[in-house]
């Protein structure tokens, strides 16, 4: 069973950075693929970035590129998301999840290949 539980969020204003954990207490953290998705308010769920169960290859939502970086540390259980320059739009709540089909980086944009979902952290970015 994966349980994921995210941390990290909070309140900072443009131009910080935070970064975001997301541990897992299964014991097979290392076979899964992870992603990071956020919700704006008022909007739906995207895509901001995703790493290959091998943490290999990762991928990132055009908006985060060159900002954002995704993690992995798999002796630790836990994926990361380190956010830098941060910006007003960036402010959501954001999610972590796993994928254990090992699907190509492509797959992992899509919310639909993600079996298990944390419970969501906040991030607020203030002008």
């Known amino acids: 069973q994966v349980q994921l539980v995210e941390s990290g969020g909070g309140l900072v204003q443009a131009g910080d950075s935070l970064r975001l954990s997301c541990a897992n207490s299964?014991?097979?953290?290392?076979?899964?693929?992870m992603g990071w998705f956020r919700q704006p308010p008022g909007k739906e769920r995207e895509f901001v970035a995703a790493?290959?169960?091998?943490?290999?290859?990762?991928a990132y939502a055009d908006s985060v590129k060159g900002r954002f970086t995704i993690s992995r540390d798999n002796a630790k259980n836990t994926l990361y998301l380190q956010m830098n320059s941060l910006k007003v739009e960036d402010t959501a709540v954001y999610y972590c999840a796993a994928d254990s089909s090992r699907s190509n980086l492509y797959s992992l944009r899509n919310e639909g290949e993600y079996e298990y979902w944390g419970q969501g952290t906040p991030v607020t970015v203030s002008s």
């Open positions: 790493i290959t169960w091998t943490g290999a290859f990762t």
């Open positions: 299964g014991r097979t953290f290392s076979s899964y693929s």
